[in-house]
């Protein structure tokens, strides 16, 4: 079976650009987590879906962050504007409905901005 | 707000030698997790620990679950190389409504020398 898939892997853009991350979880899994990750801070946990309803965005850092999951099996984060201190690794991953506490992380994409 | 501390942060030995790494916390968790990142890739999921006292093994890997479901260690036997990564704990709780997010230490960079 294909793991979580986010694309892109890298994106590289200049201050005050829309950025959009894509993921497709694990087939079968209904739950979607969406991190962020650097060296400062480690992983963050920025919002994450139920059956692709939004649970808790409380670790999305302002409004300039926005995530969508419209359907099972696809969920978008945008930044908008973005700025240079959102440069990090962003991450999603998948959880089973009937192993609550296993989660299967993507690649990531590697976001910097200039 | 549930936190995880990891220690130490980094550690680098030779080979055949044994390691431990702690993960602590002042909050109680419905379980816990292990996971090791390897650069460019996202986190891959070792072991769950749910009972407190538990002990699991993973080939020369063994993790425990301190009685108090506050804490938790993870020690390798005779570390080789392919050991080396981002060794990263993170914390689960569960409201029963649905899956709920994860709380992540900042990690032990390992480094096992040839």
């Known amino acids: 079976d294909a793991g979580v898939i986010q694309s892109p892997r890298h994106e590289v853009t200049e201050m005050g650009q829309e950025v959009t991350l894509r993921c497709k979880p694990i087939s079968g899994h209904n739950s979607l987590f969406w991190y962020r990750q650097t060296m400062m801070r480690g992983l963050e946990l920025l919002i994450y879906f139920n059956n692709n309803v939004p649970i808790d965005d409380s670790g999305m850092p302002e409004d300039r962050f926005s995530a969508k999951m419209p359907n099972a099996s696809f969920s978008t984060l945008k930044i908008q504007p973005s700025e240079p201190r959102d440069s990090a690794v962003y991450f999603c991953?998948?959880?089973?409905?009937?192993?609550?506490?296993?989660?299967?992380f993507g690649p990531g994409t590697r976001l910097t901005v200039t | 707000t549930q936190l995880l501390e990891q220690s130490p942060q980094f550690l680098s030995i030779q080979e055949g030698e044994n390691l431990t790494v702690y993960c602590n916390s002042s909050s109680v968790f419905s379980s816990l997790q292990w996971y090791r990142q390897e650069p460019g890739e996202g986190p891959v999921l070792l072991v769950t620990?749910?009972?407190?006292?538990e002990v699991k093994k993973l080939k020369r890997l063994t993790f425990q679950f301190g009685d108090a479901r506050k804490d938790s260690s993870l020690h390798i036997t005779a570390a080789q190389p392919g050991d080396t990564g981002l060794y990263l704990c993170a914390g689960a709780w569960y409201s029963g409504g649905g899956a709920d997010g994860l709380t992540f230490g900042k990690g032990t960079h390992l480094i096992i020398q040839p």
């Open positions: 620990v749910v009972t407190g006292g």
């Open positions: 991953a998948s959880q089973r409905p009937d192993r609550g506490y296993e989660q299967y």
